[in-house]
T-cell receptor
């Protein structure tokens, strides 16, 4: 597609339920990033995929969070046993490569997750 | 490790006035620096980036930023604010030598009054 697409745009879930957030990166982009934007806070790095390399999971806040990227394209961020503090906007971004200085990350519009 | 500090969670200017949004960074290696803008209910859009070429970087919508190593700063400026500039602005840093995970500041909301 023309840009990074995220679905759903909004998700309301009950505390304790699992949720899956989807990201479709720009075609041909090998790098994919997930960030979290909580109310009143900046953007927090969660995880990053680069090609076939092992993902950098250093930003995942707990073992309830996981992400996968199938076929080097679509990515799914899964949050198990959601808590109220998980409420945030989850942003996905993609870039051509993480190896070149002459690239930039393009962001999707995000998924607003509300845990009630 | 890299970090970014944005001074002022909110900045208010009048239309036509100078816009100055402050960003200071900390990096143990030569950094790449970015400014992103986020309009309401939209994703982040790249305004400009510094990747060790010219220290004065020009971006979209009339914005520019100057990399000052001695001050570890990368402040964003625009000579004359427009109403359409009202948005949230994020400064970000990543270690030089590759586009890796961005470390963002907490953002500055720019308010423009008529």
């Amino acid at each position: 597609g023309a840009g990074v697409s995220q679905s759903p745009s909004n998700k309301v879930t009950e505390k304790g339920k699992d949720v899956e957030l989807r990201c479709d990166p720009i075609s041909g982009h090998t790098a994919l990033y997930w960030y979290r934007q909580s109310l009143g806070q900046g953007l927090e790095f969660l995880i990053y995929f680069q090609g076939n390399s092992a993902p950098d999971k250093s930003g995942l806040p707990s073992d309830r969070f996981s992400a996968e990227r199938t076929g080097g394209s679509v990515s799914t961020l899964t949050i198990q046993r959601t808590q109220q503090e998980d409420s945030a906007v989850y942003l996905c971004a993609s870039s051509l490569s993480s190896d070149s200085w002459n690239t930039e990350a393009f962001f999707g519009q995000g998924t607003r997750l509300t845990v009630v | 490790a890299q970090s970014v500090t944005q001074l002022g969670s909110h900045v208010s200017v009048s239309e036509g006035a100078l816009v100055l949004l402050r960003c200071n960074y900390s990096s143990s290696v030569p950094p790449y620096l970015f400014w992103y803008v986020q309009y309401p209910n939209q994703g982040l859009q790249l305004l400009l980036k510094y990747t060790s070429a010219a220290t004065l970087v020009k971006g979209i919508n009339g914005f520019e930023a100057e990399f000052k190593k001695s001050e570890t700063s990368f402040h964003l400026t625009k000579p004359s604010a427009h109403m359409s500039d009202a948005a949230e602005y994020f400064c970000a840093v990543t270690p030089g030598g590759g586009f890796q995970k961005l470390v963002f500041g907490t953002g500055t909301r720019l308010l423009v009054s008529p």
